[in-house]
C-alpha cells in the first residue's frame, strides 16, 4: 500500500502558506484541545489545488510533539477494502489483544490476518475508535488523511464513526476531500478553502516565478483565480518567451474550463511532449496508483520501456521515487497521464499488470476486469473469487462492486441475475442503497428461485424506508407466500414485515388479498399464521395477534432480525412488560456483539415501550442512544423517528421550546413514515394546552396506520376533536381505534376504546363507560399516562354531574401521576379541577431524584458501570471509548454524591427501578 503523497516535495521544498492566516488558527486550536484532552474533528475541502494538502502539512508540522498517523486515498486502491485504514494504523496491529474479542476479530479480518468474522459493517468502526484510543494513552495524537474522498468505503465508513464518536479523548482529526467527489460527512466541522485574494495571489507568483512580465503576471492571476497550484503551475508550463510575453501563452485559450481542468490539461501538455516510452512508465504507474517501482519496471519492459527512460519526467517534477514507489507529485498529474493515452495502450496496460499480478488476487482481477471489453466468464468468475476473499475481510462495498462488474462480464442471464442479487444484498449492507436498489431491479425480471426472489424484496423495503421512498409491500407479501412452500419459517417472518410496512403506506388491504389469492397452498403453522395475519384491520377481526404471537413462539434462539421482528409485534399487541423485557435484552446483545448497524431501531422499539409504560427517563436515555448512533452512521430515517420520540417525552411534560427542538425540520414538506412520532408528540402538546383546533387540523395529515405507537393518536383525535364540536371526526377515529382495539385485546386498549366512546356519549351511558375504563386501566399497569387521562376525564364528568365527592378520587389519582411523570400542563388541569370539586390542593412538583441530575449517556454509563463493568467493557457496549467513559463517570460521581463504584452499586441496586418517571 501507499505511504507517501505529492506532500513529501513539499516537505523538501518548504513555502510560506500565503493567505491562509484564519485556516491555519483554526488548526492551532484544533491541536490545542486535543493536547488538552479535548477531541476534535475537521474536514478541509475545496477545489483540486486550492491548498488543503498544504494545510494539513501545516498540521503535521505544528503536532511535531504528538504522535501522527497518516494516510492518503488513492484512486486506484479505492476498491481495495480496508486499505486506507490499513496504511493508518496497520503498524499497531500488536495492539489489537487488548481490544475487546469482537472488535479484535474485525480488525484483524480488516488487515487480513484473518477471517473476519461475519457481523455489522460498523463495528470496524467501533475497532478504529477503540484502537485509536488507545495508542492515545501514550500521548496527545493527530489522525491526518488527504484525499479522504479516495479512500475505500470501508475504510471510510470506519474512520468517520470513529471521528464522531470522539470525545474526552487528546486526538486531533484533519481530513481532506477535493470538491466534485461524493464524501459526505454529515456532523462533522468543515473548513471550506477559498480561493486566494489577489494579494495573496501576488505573492505565491513572486516566490515561484518571478521573472513573469508584468502583463504576463496579471493574465496569470486572472486565470489562476486564486488558485495556489494554478498560480505555480500555469508558469512552469510556459516557454522562455512566454513568460517574457514575447510569444502567447496557449495554456489560457481555456474558453469557460475550470481551474482544475486548466492544469489537469497543462499537465497533459507537459506529458505529451514527453519521449514514448517515458508516457508508457508513466501510464502503468497511473493505472496502478501505489505500485512499487520494481513492478512498474516489470511492466514496462514487457512494454518496451526502462528505468532511464523515467528521468524525463523526474526532471520535469511529474514524479518522485519515495520508500521504492513511483509517486506522481500531484494527483491531477495521474489523471492527466491516463487521459492522454489511446484506448488500445490503457487496455494493454492492464493486461500486463494482470499478468505480473498473480498472487495479488484482488488487483489482478481489477486489472483483467479493466483489460476486458466483452463478456467473460473466466473474468467473471475471477472477480467473484476476489469478492468472497473481500468478503472475508468485511469489506461489504468491495464485495458488492466486484458481483457487480462480474454480472456485466456474465454471459449466462441466470447466472448473471444471481451475481446481481449477491451485489443488491452487499450493497444494502454496506448502506449503499440506491445502487442496491439500482441491482435489484437489474435482477429482478430474471431471478426465479423464491429464497432469491424474496430476499431481493425484502431488501428494496428495507431501502424504500431509509429512503423516504414508498415500499414494495405487495411484492414483498407475494414473494413471502411463494417462499412458503420451500421455508415456511423463514417466509413468516417477511410476510409480518410486509403487513407492518403495510399499514405505515395505507396498503394493508392489498397485503391481506395477496394471503387470501394464496391462503389455499398454505397448511400447517405457515397457514394459520398468514391466516392470523389476514384478519388484522378485517372489520371482524378474531384475535389474531394473539393467535399470531402463539404461533410465532419463543424467538429468543431464532435469528437477530426474526427476534426483532417477534418483539415489534408484542409491542404492538400491547403486551408492554413483556415487549421492554425482551428489548432490553436484545439490546444488552446488540452492545456486547457490537451489531451497531441494528441498535437504532432497537432502540426505537424500547424508547416506544419506556414511554408507554411512563419510564421517561429510561425513554430519554434509550432514545438519546439510539439518536447517536443513527446520527453516527449516517441514518436519518431513524434519527428522525426517535428524535420524535423525545419531542413525546417534552411534550408530555409540557416542554414545548424542548418538544419543537427535538422535532426540527422532520415535519417540513409532504407528511411521511418517518414524522409518525412526531406528530403525535405536537398532537400531546397542543392537547395538553387546550389548542384542540391545531390538532384538529393537524388530523387531515395523519398517515393511516393503526400500527400501535399511531392508536394512541387516534385517541388524542377523538378528544380534540369533541372538544373542538367537530363529532363526525371524533366518531370516525373512534371507529378507526376500536377496530384496533379489539385485535390487540389488551385491558389497556379497551379502556381507551371505553374512554373514546364515553367523550362520545350522553348521560348515565359516558358515566358507566368511564368507570369501567378506570377499572381496566387500573387492573394492568401499561400506559400510566393513558390511565391519569381516563382518570382526568372522569372526574370532570362527575364533578360536572354534581356529583363531587366521587369525582375527587380519580382526579387524585390522576393528578398523583402526572406529578410522578412530571406531566405539567395535565398536573395542572387536574388540580385546578380538584379545586372545582371543593378540595384546595396545587399540582407539585415530583420529589426530586438523583439520577434525574445525569445526562443520558451519563445515566447509561453509570447503570453499566453500577453492574461491574470495567470502563473497558462499558465503552464497548456503549460504543465510545473507554476514556470517554472515564469522562462521564468522572461528571457523574459529584452528581450522585459518591466517589467509587461500591458506593454506585450500594446507592443504585436498591433504589434504581427502571420504572419511575
Request: net charge negative.
Amino acid at each position: 500500500m501507499t505511504g507517501s503523497s505529492w506532500m513529501g516535495a513539499l516537505r523538501e521544498n518548504r513555502h510560506v502558506m500565503h493567505g491562509r492566516s484564519a485556516e491555519q488558527a483554526a488548526i492551532d486550536d484544533l491541536l490545542s484541545g486535543a493536547r488538552s484532552g479535548c477531541s476534535g474533528v475537521l474536514v478541509v475541502r475545496g477545489e483540486a489545488g486550492i491548498g488543503k494538502s498544504a494545510l494539513l502539512e501545516y498540521a503535521v508540522d505544528q503536532a511535531a510533539d504528538m504522535r501522527v498517523l497518516r494516510s492518503v486515498g488513492v484512486e486506484a486502491e479505492a476498491a481495495l477494502a480496508f486499505a486506507g485504514l490499513h496504511m493508518l494504523l496497520g503498524g499497531f496491529v500488536d495492539r489489537l489483544g487488548v481490544l475487546p474479542g469482537p472488535q479484535a476479530a474485525v480488525l484483524r479480518g480488516a488487515f487480513g490476518l484473518a477471517v473476519a468474522p461475519a457481523g455489522d459493517r460498523f463495528l470496524a468502526g467501533l475497532a478504529t475508535l477503540s484502537l485509536l484510543s488507545e495508542v492515545a494513552e501514550e500521548r496527545p495524537m493527530l489522525v491526518a488523511v488527504d484525499d479522504a474522498h479516495w479512500l475505500d468505503r470501508a475504510s471510510v465508513d470506519a474512520l468517520l464513526f470513529a471521528a464522531r464518536r470522539l470525545e474526552a479523548e487528546p486526538i486531533a482529526v484533519v481530513l481532506t476531500a477535493r470538491d466534485g467527489h461524493r464524501f459526505t460527512t454529515p456532523g462533522l466541522p468543515e473548513l471550506r478553502l477559498s480561493a486566494l485574494d489577489r494579494t495573496a495571489g501576488a505573492a505565491v507568483l513572486a516566490e515561484h516565478a518571478r521573472d513573469l512580465a508584468p502583463h504576463v503576471r496579471d493574465r496569470v492571476l486572472a486565470e489562476a483565480q486564486g488558485n495556489p497550484l494554478a498560480l505555480r503551475e500555469l508558469p512552469a508550463a510556459m516557454t522562455p518567451e512566454q513568460r517574457a510575453g514575447e510569444a502567447p501563452a496557449v495554456s489560457f485559450a481555456t474558453g469557460t474550463q475550470s481551474v482544475a481542468s486548466r492544469v489537469e490539461e497543462s499537465f497533459g501538455d507537459r506529458i505529451q511532449v514527453l519521449p514514448e516510452r517515458t508516457r508508457q512508465l508513466l501510464l502503468i504507474a497511473a493505472a496502478d496508483e501505489g505500485s512499487d517501482l520494481g513492478l512498474v519496471l516489470r511492466a514496462g519492459e514487457r512494454l518496451g520501456a526502462g528505468v532511464a527512460d523515467l528521468e524525463a519526467a523526474e526532471r520535469d517534477r511529474l514524479v518522485r521515487v519515495n520508500a521504492g514507489r513511483l509517486v506522481f507529485t500531484h494527483p491531477l498529474i495521474r489523471a492527466a497521464a491516463y487521459r492522454v493515452a489511446t484506448f488500445s495502450q490503457q487496455l494493454a496496460v492492464h493486461r500486463t499488470l494482470a499478468d505480473l499480478l498473480g498472487e495479488d488476487l484482488a488487483r489482478r482481477a481489477w486489472h483483467l476486469a479493466a483489460a476486458t471489453t466483452e463478456a467473460d466468464e473466466t473474468v467473471a468468475a475471477e472477480l467473484e473469487r476476489m469478492a468472497e476473499a473481500a468478503r472475508s475481510r468485511g469489506g461489504y462495498a468491495e464485495v458488492a462492486a466486484a458481483y457487480q462488474r462480474a454480472a456485466q462480464l456474465t454471459p449466462d442471464p441466470g447466472r448473471r441475475a444471481m451475481r446481481l442479487v449477491a451485489a443488491a444484498r452487499t450493497a444494502g449492507f454496506a448502506g449503499q442503497g440506491a445502487l442496491a436498489t439500482d441491482l435489484a431491479e437489474q435482477a429482478g425480471p430474471h431471478v426465479s428461485d423464491p429464497r432469491a426472489r424474496a430476499q431481493l424484496a425484502w431488501l428494496r423495503v428495507f431501502i424504500a424506508h431509509e429512503q423516504e421512498r414508498p415500499p414494495p409491500v405487495v411484492e414483498l407479501a407475494e414473494a413471502a407466500m411463494e417462499l412458503g412452500k420451500q421455508s415456511p419459517h423463514d417466509s413468516v417472518f417477511m410476510l409480518l414485515e410486509a403487513m407492518a410496512t403495510a399499514w405505515t403506506t395505507d396498503r394493508d388491504r392489498e397485503v391481506r388479498d395477496v394471503i387470501n389469492r394464496s391462503s389455499p397452498v398454505a397448511d400447517g403453522r405457515f397457514g394459520r399464521v398468514t391466516e392470523a395475519v389476514s384478519g388484522m384491520g378485517a372489520e371482524e377481526p378474531q384475535n389474531p395477534v394473539r393467535i399470531l404471537l402463539h404461533e410465532i413462539g419463543d424467538s429468543s434462539d431464532r435469528p437477530i432480525w426474526q427476534r426483532q421482528s417477534t418483539l415489534y409485534w408484542t409491542l404492538w399487541a400491547c403486551d408492554l412488560e413483556n415487549a421492554v423485557a425482551g428489548l432490553t435484552q436484545l439490546l444488552d446483545h446488540c452492545r456486547s456483539t457490537g451489531l451497531i448497524g441494528l441498535l437504532p431501531r432497537v432502540c426505537l422499539h424500547l424508547g416506544r415501550g419506556h414511554l408507554l409504560l411512563g419510564r421517561h427517563r429510561d425513554a430519554r436515555a434509550t432514545c438519546e442512544e439510539g439518536l447517536k448512533i443513527a446520527e453516527d452512521t449516517d441514518r436519518p430515517h431513524f434519527a428522525a423517528h426517535l428524535s420524535g420520540l423525545l419531542a413525546c417525552v417534552a411534550a408530555i411534560e409540557g416542554d414545548e421550546a424542548g418538544c419543537r427542538k427535538a422535532i426540527g425540520d422532520v415535519l417540513v414538506g409532504e407528511p411521511t413514515e418517518r414524522g409518525i412520532e412526531s406528530r403525535y408528540a405536537m398532537d400531546l402538546l397542543d392537547l395538553g394546552l387546550g389548542r384542540y383546533e391545531a390538532v384538529v387540523h393537524r388530523m387531515a395529515e395523519t398517515l393511516h396506520d393503526p400500527a400501535m405507537y399511531l392508536t394512541n393518536t387516534l385517541v388524542n383525535q377523538v378528544e380534540a376533536a369533541v372538544h373542538a364540536g367537530r363529532r363526525d371526526l371524533a366518531k370516525n377515529a373512534a371507529a378507526r381505534f376500536g377496530t384496533w382495539a379489539e385485535v390487540a385485546g389488551r385491558p389497556c386498549a379497551e379502556a381507551m376504546e371505553l374512554r373514546c366512546r364515553a367523550l362520545l356519549a350522553d348521560g348515565a351511558e359516558a358515566g358507566r363507560l368511564y368507570a369501567r375504563a378506570v377499572q381496566l386501566h387500573r387492573e394492568d399497569r401499561a400506559q400510566p399516562f393513558e390511565r391519569a387521562r381516563t382518570e382526568l376525564l372522569y372526574g370532570t364528568w362527575l364533578r360536572r354531574n354534581r356529583r363531587r365527592n366521587d369525582a375527587r378520587e380519580p382526579l387524585h389519582s390522576a393528578l398523583e401521576i402526572f406529578e410522578r411523570l412530571r406531566a405539567k400542563p395535565w398536573a395542572e388541569r387536574a388540580g385546578a379541577e380538584l379545586r372545582a370539586a371543593g378540595e384546595a390542593r396545587q399540582a407539585q412538583a415530583a420529589a426530586p431524584d438523583l439520577l434525574d441530575r445525569l445526562t443520558p449517556q451519563e445515566l447509561n454509563v453509570v447503570r453499566l458501570a453500577a453492574k461491574g463493568l470495567s470502563n473497558r467493557d462499558i465503552g464497548a457496549r456503549l460504543f465510545v471509548s473507554p476514556r470517554t467513559v472515564g469522562y462521564h463517570l468522572y461528571n457523574a460521581y459529584p452528581k450522585l454524591g459518591v466517589a467509587s463504584r461500591t458506593e454506585l452499586i450500594r446507592m443504585l441496586l436498591p433504589g434504581d427501578q427502571e420504572g419511575r418517571a
